[in-house]
């Protein structure tokens, strides 16, 4: 009874322990193939932007609008380095509906869609904290992708497809 009740403890706190692990994806790189026209390495300067304390619970309604006007454009990514580039993002591992902060901040890639939409890609020194999302052409959201897995992925795609190199913060 006592080897049954111990198996059975073992069960339940396996599932509690990893039951809430997000999942985790790649881009698509075929779709971004198809609809990104252009990609930049921008800094974003938005001082206000707030950390959630647990990413289980759905924050869509607290992500903010992306704000034009505290865009500085960094550099653009050469057309010739774009297929590269979407292989290399494709590739990196995403948490999917990671929920870590409400906006992106500080150095972003930004993906222009031909329609004016935007994916914005962003990582901030370590695994988990970050902001991979889609913004409508006047800046509302549209959809929240995730985080990256780690910093190693973002960093990657920045330092090698742009000339500056970035600190872990």
């Known amino acids: 009874m006592k080897r049954i009740a111990a198996l059975l403890l073992c069960i339940v706190l396996m599932l509690t322990l990893t039951a809430c692990d997000p999942g985790m994806t790649h881009l698509d790189k075929s779709e971004l193939e198809n609809k990104v026209v252009k990609v930049e390495l921008?800094?974003?300067?938005?001082?206000?932007?707030?950390?959630?304390?647990?990413?289980?619970?759905?924050?869509?309604?607290?992500?903010?609008?992306?704000?034009?006007?505290?865009?500085?454009?960094?550099?653009?990514?050469?057309s010739e380095r774009m297929s590269e580039f979407l292989d290399r993002l494709s590739e990196a591992d995403v948490l999917v509906k990671y929920w870590a902060v409400d906006s992106p901040r500080c150095f972003c890639l930004r993906l222009t869609y031909d329609d004016g939409s935007f994916l914005i890609?962003?990582?901030?020194?370590?695994?988990?904290?970050?902001?991979i999302g889609t913004y409508?052409?006047?800046?509302?959201?549209?959809?929240?992708?995730?985080?990256?897995?780690?910093?190693?992925?973002?960093?990657?795609l920045v330092e090698n497809f742009f000339s500056i190199k970035l600190d872990s913060e």
Do not use: M, T
């Open 42 to 78: 921008i800094h974003y300067d938005y001082p206000k932007q707030k950390q959630f304390k647990s990413w289980v619970p759905d924050h869509s309604k607290k992500l903010k609008p992306f704000e034009e006007v505290r865009v500085v454009v960094l550099e653009e990514l050469p």
């Open 136 to 156: 409508a052409s006047d800046g509302e959201v549209q959809d929240f992708i995730g985080s990256f897995c780690n910093w190693d992925d973002f960093q990657d």
């Open 121 to 131: 890609l962003n990582c901030y020194g370590h695994s988990y904290r970050g902001y």
